[in-house]
């Protein structure tokens, strides 16, 4: 894991949440939607119009992933205190999907951003020095085709059963 | 620019459709010919079966987005 040694200062100070009065940004108040069922119906008629799909679309197609869409609204809404964090989680697979479908309607080809990119794959280098590798160690064995054939034969008479309960050939 | 930690991701991956698919469809209710009486079975759901329960939050979202996956199937299919 790569570790960062440079300070941070694209973060808030420590105490910095405390320097404002109590209640006055919105997510401190109670939400305006509570429940899952108001969330959904308030997102529903806001993606429904046409200046928000317009949008979308542009977005989606400059190459934004649909899940950082998806996590910018639902995180945005939290701080304009529409809706709490624990709902917009819930709301989220649902926005995704929204967001996709619009995607869909229009044409476009979006980065879903499910795929991990950075995942790293196994390289042809290494999967050839397997394959190299494993034919050295057969053809090490030295073994001719007659030998390999007594050896099989070996390991078969050494499969029968000599139980007391063995059936008898 | 670092790859940030996105709970889209999770929550998305998390929400299986198809085996709600599967439980929303053995959980419809039954049409029943007798007349609804003192002693007739009810119909709201044990806990301990695996049958929906429609109060649970996730469960609605999840009724939601299968409309909505309808849908984009729909759309898909025409292309």
Redesign the interface.
């Known amino acids: 894991m790569e570790i960062n040694n440079q300070p941070s200062f694209d973060a808030p100070i420590p105490g910095q949440s405390l320097t404002m009065e109590l209640g006055s940004r919105p997510w401190q108040s109670p939400a305006q939607f509570t429940?899952?069922?108001e969330t959904?119906d308030y997102y529903m008629e806001r993606m429904s119009s046409e200046d928000f799909m317009v949008q979308l679309a542009d977005v989606l197609e400059m190459g934004t992933p649909?899940?950082?869409l998806?996590?910018t609204i639902q995180m945005s809404s939290v701080m304009e205190g529409v809706h709490t964090v624990d709902?917009g989680?819930?709301?989220?697979?649902?926005?995704?999907?929204?967001i996709?479908?619009i995607g869909?309607?229009a044409g476009i080809q979006y980065d879903s951003?499910?795929e991990n990119k950075?995942k790293p794959k196994t390289r042809d280098t290494l999967i050839a020095k397997v394959i190299s590798d494993y034919e050295k160690e057969v053809s090490g064995a030295g073994l001719s085709d007659r030998e390999e054939k007594e050896v099989k034969e070996e390991v078969e008479e050494e499969e029968e059963p000599k139980g007391l309960m063995a059936r008898r050939t | 620019m670092s790859?940030q930690y996105?709970?889209?991701?999770t929550?998305?991956?998390r929400?299986d459709l198809d085996g709600f698919n599967k439980l929303d469809k053995s959980t419809e209710p039954e049409k029943s010919s007798s007349g609804g009486g003192l002693l007739s079975r009810s119909s709201i759901p044990s806990k301990n079966s695996k049958e929906l329960d429609y109060s649970n939050?996730?469960v609605?979202?999840?009724k939601?987005?299968q409309v909505?996956?309808k849908?984009?199937d729909e759309?898909?299919g025409d292309k």
């Open positions: 429940t899952v069922d959904i649909v899940t950082v998806a996590n709902v989680m819930l709301v989220l697979p649902m926005l995704m999907e929204m996709m479908m869909d309607s951003g499910l950075d | 790859r996105n709970p889209a991701i929550a998305y991956k929400m939050p996730a609605r979202v999840a939601q987005m909505i996956r849908y984009r759309i898909n």
